[in-house]
T-cell receptor, first 112, second 112 residues
Framework: DVKVTQSSRYLVKRTGEKVFLECVQDMDHENMFWYRQDPGLGLRLIYFSYDVKMKEKGDIPEGYSVSREKKERFSLILESASTNQTSMYLC???????????FGPGTRLTVT | AQSVTQLDSQVPVFEEAPVELRCNYSSSVSVYLFWYVQYPNQGLQLLLKYLSGSTLVKGINGFEAEFNKSQTSFHLRKPSVHISDTAEYFCAVSESFQKLVFGTGTRLLVSP
């Protein structure tokens, strides 16, 4: 079974803090994704990575950056958290020749 | 560009009644279509997918969906719902499996 884990289920941070959200997958998948989920907006792609040290912007990259130093780990970074980044963040991965993205349980981030 | 429309933000239904969750998409090329389910405080789980072939797709938990190319729709159905089907359902479209575009979600509320 594919397992995608996220470092925290709930996180509360203050405005201006640097925030790291970690995602790890155990299936040697090349491609990994970060989405944010907001009520009434569904899931929107922030960034994705198709290999170590490779990244591409998704639909809403502003205010975020990512890091992929190892194949199994994909980190989302909020350089200076703001209240409008309060959201649910979901990580996903997909392997070569596969047709289904596997999702982690999500991190609910609150920025106060 | 692709887009997905889920017109119903919320669908209330009684237990054992049938349900249909609507999904329409737009794309200039052939696409793959997915339905994901999100139970409270969890990540997304794949319900079913249309890749090619038969337009009627069966998924887990008794759900099925029909791909209609002329109407650009991929509606999700279940003949008899259970309380445990209460969740949020997301339709998604993709030209490749690497990038999904999600709808805004439909919350299914099953009451006794």
């Amino acid at each position: 079974d594919v397992k995608v884990t996220q470092s925290s289920r709930y996180l509360v941070k203050r405005t201006g803090e640097k925030v790291f959200l970690e995602c790890v997958q155990d299936m040697d998948h090349e491609n990994m994704f970060w989405y944010r989920q907001d009520p009434g907006l569904g899931l929107r792609l922030i960034y994705f990575s198709y290999d170590v040290k490779m990244k591409e912007k998704g639909d809403i990259p502003e205010g975020y950056s990512v890091s992929r130093e190892k194949k199994e780990r994909f980190s989302l970074i909020l350089e200076s958290a703001s209240t409008n980044q309060t959201s649910m963040y979901l990580c996903a991965s997909i392997g070569p020749g596969r047709n289904e993205q596997y999702f982690g349980p999500g991190t609910r981030l609150t920025v106060t | 560009a692709q887009s997905v429309t889920q017109l119903d933000s919320q669908v209330p239904v009684f237990e054992e009644a049938p349900v249909e969750l609507r999904c329409n998409y737009s794309s200039s090329v052939s696409v793959y279509l997915f339905w994901y389910v999100q139970y409270p405080n969890q990540g997304l789980q794949l319900l079913l997918k249309y890749l090619s072939g038969s337009t009627l797709v069966k998924g887990i938990n008794g759900f099925e969906a029909e791909f209609n190319k002329s109407q650009t729709s991929f509606h999700l159905r279940k003949p008899s719902v259970h309380i445990s089907d209460t969740a949020e359902y997301f339709c998604a479209v993709s030209e490749s499996f690497q990038k999904l575009v999600f709808g805004t979600g439909t919350r299914l509320l099953v009451s006794p």
